[in-house]
């Protein structure tokens, strides 16, 4: 379940819930009880990773492409001929 990040409009109360992706937003701010609460837009909290995913805004000084090492690994380890698959 995702954590979703709510500041209230009236008070500036700023609260965290985790709710299932299908849950209504909440309203009541728990600080002044004012139906005042609004979603806030923040990042994700997780990395994906590997083939198949793209790796952008992560990486930084002397990181490598995770995804181009896995397949210089594979390429790496059949001759020079290519692989041969059974």
């Known amino acids: 379940m995702p954590i979703y990040e709510y500041q209230c409009q009236s008070c500036g109360h700023e609260h965290e819930a985790l709710q299932k ?49 896995a397949s210089t690994a594979k390429a790496s380890s059949c001759p020079p001929s290519g692989c041969k698959s059974d």
Not at 42 to 67: C, I, M, P, Q
């Open 21 to 69: 992706l299908g849950a209504d937003p909440i309203l009541i701010c728990p600080a002044c009880t004012k139906p005042e609460l609004m979603k806030k837009i923040s990042a994700a909290g997780f990395r994906l990773k590997g083939t198949g995913w793209y790796e952008t805004d992560f990486k930084s000084g002397t990181k490598k492409n995770v995804a181009g090492d």
